[in-house]
């Protein structure tokens, strides 16, 4: 008698369950798959914060995450807390531009240069560090920067020759990252055979009120590059303090491991 209850119990809850299964199933993927989505798309565990800056790294080999890091720490010393969260961000992007474009995949090669064409169309990146090659490309023959005298635009004069574009003084529309204080101190950026520059972004004709804020704020921190005047003297050295113990111990590590100099 029991065991006939229980079997009949048992079939009435498969029988409702392969009902409601029946009716229900498309939904019930369709709100797993939108409930996944909307996890990934809010990412709760990822991190959230906002930069104040946005800086572009435009050379012709790509960096590691590692030097890309010591060198946004390194920018942050001279940036300010643009939207109020108690703290200085930096978001810095390396695009990769070689000369030669046979080095990488064309799909590759076309990718990093829409994202390099998309960063400068856009109004929130005005810094950027390019190396030799890439600021005689976009900065003499595109004239995409400005002057380093007056922030004004490169006049518009017929193009230019090859010879013309490599005599071209590139300090005319950027500074030698190595002159500025903190990057010619930095025992991982002071070493580099590297040649960089700092340069800010023309004006972009249709910028709106928070883009030209953002200018501003930008031009300000450029400023602050510019005559080394870090935000706060005492972290900066603390930071180059910690980078040259960081280097020196990751020195001494290849050394071990290689047996020689890694020089």
Known sequence: MNENVKTAEQRTFKSRWENFWFYHKFAFWFFLIMGICVFFAFDPFGDHTKPDYNIGLITEKSWTPQHQNRLKN???MYGEDLNGDGKVVVNLTNMLQPQDSSSMELTEYETYKMKVYSSFEGGDTM????DDYNLRNYGVVERLFSRMDDYST???N???TS???DAFDLEQIGIPWQNVSGVNRHPFFCRSKTKLYFCIRSVVPAMDDDAIELRDATMAMFERIRNNQPRDPEALEQLLKDSEYEYTSSTAALKDTSGGNIY
Do not use: G, H, K, R
């Not at 810094?127 to 390019?130: E, G, N, R």
């Open 127 to 130: 810094i950027y560090l390019l």
């Open 158 to 160: 017929d193009e230019l």
């Open 163 to 165: 010879e013309e574009v």
């Open 154 to 156: 490169l006049p518009e």
């Open 74 to 76: 390194l920018l942050e």
